[in-house]
Nanobody
Framework: QVQLVESGGGLVQAGGSLRLSCAAS????????MAWFRQAPGKEREFVAR????????DYTDSVKGRFTISRDNAKNTMYLQMNSLKPEDTAVYYC????????????????????WGQGTQVTVSS
């Protein structure tokens, strides 16, 4: 079993920055890939970014490339999402997720791939 707890959300003006954290427990943290998803009101949950167990490989959805950076500190069992140049369309509840499949197997941007989820943290970007 894996427990995930997000933090760091809040209200920020457009152009501002936030850093989200996801603290993990319950398994060897460095053994698995992790991901961030987000869900805006009335919309489906969408993939934002993912990172391999070692932290050496990352993937991003096109809309956040160049603005968001995913990282992890395996010594602290924590994953991060640094969000810069935030836009109102980034407003959503952000969720972290833990992957149990091999990193290069399957489609990684679908929520159903991930077995463990945090409770989410709200990010609101005002215009």
């Amino acid at each position: 079993q894996v427990q995930l707890v997000e933090s760091g959300g809040g209200l920020v003006q457009a152009g501002g920055s936030l850093r989200l954290s996801c603290a993990a427990s319950g398994r060897t943290f460095s053994s698995g890939a992790m991901a961030w998803f987000r869900q805006a009101p009335g919309k489906e949950r969408e993939f934002v970014a993912r990172i391999s167990g070692s932290g050496g490989t990352t993937d991003y959805t096109d809309s956040v490339k160049g603005r968001f950076t995913i990282s992890r500190d395996n010594a602290k069992n924590t994953m991060y999402l640094q969000m810069n140049s935030l836009k109102p369309e980034d407003t959503a509840v952000y969720y972290c997720a833990a992957d149990t499949l091999p990193f290069y197997i399957g489609t990684y941007n679908r929520p159903r791939r991930y077995d463990y989820w945090g409770q989410g943290t709200q990010v609101t970007v005002s215009s």
